[in-house]
T-cell receptor, first 109, second 113 residues
Framework: GQNIDQPTEMTATEGAIVQINCTYQTSGFNGLFWYQQHAGEAPTFLSYNVLDGLEEKGRFSSFLSRSKGYSYLLLKELQMKDSASYLCASMDSNYQLIWGAGTKLIIKP | ETGVTQTPRHLVMGMTNKKSLKCEQHLGHNAMYWYKQSAKKPLELMFVYSLEERVENNSVPSRFSPECPNSSHLFLHLHTLQPEDSALYLC????????????FGEGSRLTVL
């Protein structure tokens, strides 16, 4: 079966760094996506990885290892506004997104 | 503002009611989606439309009926729902069905009494 695993909840301190891990098992692979969803708001696209390695975009970076079926989202210089849920999704061979249940990130002052 | 607008934002209905959710996208995208989001569960894909043609129906109960009159509008018609259908219903659009960058609306929070 197809499956995405990510932690349910994480807590970090303002100004610090946090890494949110995601492991995936899908039938085929056409890319790994991260979305951010603030409470009561729409999910918004953060990043896309299809090749191994690190993609950096400002304070956020995303890493992919296809051989390990593993990705992480790295958030640096955490701000209170980064408190949100982070959704990991893998695109399978049929171009369907398989979603994780999301990681709720709580930022403390 | 994501370019995808959903109405109503909140809806309370009885099990015998009939209601509809509406979605409109202003992005010129060719694909539109309905997702169900329940607490602590992955997003569940319900329906996919590509250029107004339904291409995906993930074994959704017939009490949910989608309609896509044109590439900018998508409806979800609801009738004789069950309390377990209470959830956030998200509409999304993308350039095409092979694009993983989805643009979501803010959702319609449905409560079935």
């Amino acid at each position: 079966g197809q499956n995405i695993d990510q932690p349910t909840e994480m807590t970090a301190t303002e100004g610090a760094i946090v890494q949110i891990n995601c492991t995936y098992q899908t039938s085929g692979f056409n890319g790994l996506f991260w979305y951010q969803q603030h409470a009561g708001e729409a999910p918004t696209f953060l990043s896309y990885n299809v090749l191994d390695g690190l993609e950096e975009k400002g304070r956020f970076s995303s890493f992919l290892s296809r051989s390990k079926g593993y990705s992480y989202l790295l958030l640096k210089e955490l701000q209170m506004k980064d408190s949100a849920s982070y959704l990991c999704a893998s695109m399978d061979s049929n171009y369907q997104l398989i979603w994780g249940a999301g990681t709720k990130l709580i930022i403390k002052p | 503002e994501t370019g995808v607008t959903q109405t109503p934002r909140h809806l309370v209905m009885g099990m015998t009611n009939k209601k509809s959710l509406k979605c409109e996208q202003h992005l010129g995208h060719n694909a539109m989606y309905w997702y169900k989001q329940s607490a602590k569960k992955p997003l569940e894909l319900m329906f996919v439309y590509s250029l107004e043609e339904r291409v995906e129906n993930n074994s959704v109960p017939s009490r949910f009926s989608p309609e896509c009159p044109n590439s900018s509008h998508l409806f979800l018609h609801l009738h004789t729902l069950q309390p377990e259908d209470s959830a956030l219903y998200l509409c999304a659009s993308s350039r095409g069905t092979e694009a993983g960058e989805l643009f979501f609306g803010e959702g319609s929070r449905l409560t079935v009494l």
